[in-house]
């Protein structure tokens, strides 16, 4: 059975940074593209950043760029979201998301993705 357990959420201020993790087991995480979702109440769920099975290739939301950055690690099983110059208008639920599809670049839609966690909160106070 896949799981997919993020931590790190939490509250900060305004300019702050928060590092996400999502902790993957019951899939070969090496083969799998990665991906990072935000959804607030009442909106569709966003995709915030994307890394490929090997790393070498990411891909971010225009909202994010520059201030995120989406990392692995094949050896722990782990995908990481380092979130530095936080904004208000970044607080939302996080999700990470497994495609269990082998791409050689990864993919921004919901529907691409397989296998999701439960969710961390990040709130940004103004």
């Known amino acids: 059975q896949v799981q997919l357990v993020e931590s790190g959420g939490g509250l900060v201020q305004a300019g702050g940074s928060l590092r996400l993790s999502c902790a993957a087991s019951?899939?070969?995480?090496?083969?799998?593209?990665m991906g990072w979702f935000r959804q607030t109440p009442g909106k569709e769920r966003e995709f915030v950043a994307g890394?490929?099975?090997?790393?070498?290739?990411?891909g971010y939301a225009d909202s994010v760029k520059g201030r995120f950055t989406i990392s692995r690690d094949n050896a722990k099983d782990t995908v990481y979201l380092q979130m530095n110059s936080l904004k208000p208008e970044d607080t939302a639920v996080y999700y990470c998301?497994?495609?269990?599809?082998?791409?050689?670049?990864?993919?921004?839609?919901?529907?691409?993705?397989?296998?999701w966690g439960q969710g961390t909160q990040v709130t940004v106070s103004s």
């Open positions: 998301a497994a495609d269990k599809v082998w791409r050689r670049r990864p993919v921004t839609s919901n529907s691409d993705y397989d296998y």
């Open positions: 019951g899939l070969t995480f090496s083969n799998n593209g």
């Open positions: 890394i490929s099975w090997g790393g070498g290739f990411t």
